[in-house]
């Protein structure tokens, strides 16, 4: 299986910063992209911001300018700076993992979504 493990969320006043992280563990072939996004209360879940393989971003228009997608390959893991954070960017933040993983006792390939756990992003304002 793979887990996604989240870290980084906490309580910060508008025009602060703060920086998450998603670490994929488990029996990974290859990460095929990656994708932070949020949920609010009372409304849905939306992309905030997304990494293809090849290193291709893209961002929601709201979080444009401040919100920066990277990630560290050696380690399958995934960030999200996030600056000029506003109180409407409180939300819970989730990753997510488009991976391929290895079925070890069939020897193949098995490609599909994994979700984090979610972290808790409050901005005061």
């Known amino acids: 299986q793979v887990q996604l493990v989240e870290s980084g969320g906490g309580l910060v006043q508008a025009g602060g910063s703060l920086r998450l992280s998603c670490a994929a563990s488990?029996?990974?072939?290859?990460?095929?992209?990656w994708g932070w996004y949020r949920q609010a209360p009372g409304k849905q879940r939306e992309l905030v911001a997304a990494?293809?393989?090849?290193?291709?971003?893209n961002y929601a228009d709201s979080v444009k300018g401040r919100f920066t997608i990277s990630r560290d390959n050696a380690k399958n893991t995934v960030f999200l700076q996030m600056n000029s954070l506003k109180p409407e960017d409180t939300a819970v933040y989730y990753c997510?993992?488009?991976?391929?993983?290895?079925?070890?006792?069939?020897?193949?390939?098995?490609?599909?979504?994994?979700w984090g756990q979610g972290t808790q992003v409050t901005v005061s304002s």
């Open positions: 997510k993992a488009d991976v391929t993983r290895k079925i070890i006792a069939t020897l193949t390939l098995f490609r599909g979504d994994y």
């Open positions: 488990g029996s990974i072939f290859s990460i095929n992209a």
């Open positions: 990494m293809t393989t090849g290193g291709s971003t």
